[in-house]
């Protein structure tokens, strides 16, 4: 028997609990991971209120990121063996598959071996993260070296990744905060640049840190009445990446900024990279070589024992975190 999390109705943290279950052997084509760590999502956050962008199938699991040892293989599985250290890339539905557990059974396609200097929380705390921040600025907008990069919501595990792809790259990140606390947190992770949206306006900052031309990329998991703002503050051609809906305000449509500049606003999720074998490999290449070469460095904002999920989670909701949550198993 294997400690296990689900929920069995939609709503706030308190309804994620832990039971005792058997876990079935991996199925074809897939592994089983003994979970040392598991890193946090606000996209589980989101299937767990029943906001997500698939609606859960009750009684769920869920979890996208894990870190462990592979404890056993499926039919047709060559790249693994038992004893592996691996983690696991958000390439599958939570409704198949889930990691906030004890043993977790994912697709072959979705373990990687990582490298062997990270931790097992640093491990747990890689693809999401990455992949997402590659996958626009390079795969999709090939960011060049002294563009602006414009990043919302910058002190979440997707932001800081996006920090330093865009340092990686020679872009220059200009991170948003909502107030000056994290300023320093930030310029320490990398940003060139920080605006604190409740203490500064925007577009004026913008423009005074690009000379008026904007930024050419902009990252943004918020959406809302803010888009507006980031539209002006876009540069003539750029282009935004709404990733994600944390505001629960409409988002309309920019459209003077838009026509004026002739903007792409560009629905993006990271499905687009992790499902598709190309860029799958090319991200997969770009990641470990920055993390072995110590250009990227998976930054923990705090560690959870498993008993504590419900507390983890309602961590994740203040938004107090600089980096990733990550549960240890």
Do not use: C
């Not at 390439?91 to 990691?99: I, K, L, P, T």
């Amino acid at each position: 028997m294997s400690r296990i999390v689900r929920f069995y109705q939609t709503g706030g943290p308190e309804v994620l609990q832990i039971a005792d279950e058997q876990v079935a052997a991996p199925g074809r084509d897939e592994v089983q991971i003994k979970v040392q760590a598991i890193g946090l999502n606000r996209a589980e956050v989101m299937f767990r209120n029943g906001q997500y962008l698939e609606a859960p199938i009750l009684p769920a699991r869920l979890g996208y990121e894990a870190a462990g040892i592979v404890k056993a293989v499926g039919g047709n599985v060559t790249e693994f063996k038992i004893g592996d250290a691996v983690s696991t890339i958000p390439a599958f539905s939570q409704n198949q598959y889930g990691v906030y557990g004890e043993l977790a059974n994912v697709p072959a396609f979705a373990a990687v071996k990582h490298p062997p200097s990270l931790s097992w929380s640093e491990a747990a705390s890689i693809w999401m993260q990455y992949m997402t921040a590659y996958g626009a600025l390079v795969e999709f907008a090939d960011t060049k070296v002294g563009e602006f990069v414009l990043i919302p919501a910058a002190s979440s595990s997707v932001g800081v990744a996006a920090i330093e792809i865009a340092n990686l790259l020679g872009a220059i990140p200009v991170a948003l905060t909502r107030t000056s606390s994290k300023r320093e947190a930030l310029l320490k992770a990398g940003a060139k640049h920080v605006i604190a949206t409740e203490e500064q306006d925007l577009v004026t900052e913008v423009n005074r840190i690009t000379n008026n031309k904007g930024a050419r990329v902009v990252l943004d998991p918020v959406g809302g009445p803010t888009i507006s703002k980031l539209a002006e503050a876009t540069a003539q051609s750029g282009i935004i990446f709404q990733y994600g809906a944390l505001s629960t305000e409409p988002t309309p449509l920019p459209l003077f900024p838009v026509l004026a500049k002739q903007l792409t606003i560009r629905g993006y999720t990271l499905f687009e990279i992790s499902t598709h074998p190309e860029r799958m490999a090319r991200a997969k290449a770009f990641i470990v070589q920055g993390l072995t070469e110590g250009k990227l460095k998976p930054l923990v904002a705090k560690t959870y024992p498993l008993a504590q999920i419900v507390e983890a989670h309602r961590y994740m909701e203040s938004n107090q975190q600089i980096g990733k949550i990550v549960v240890t198993v």
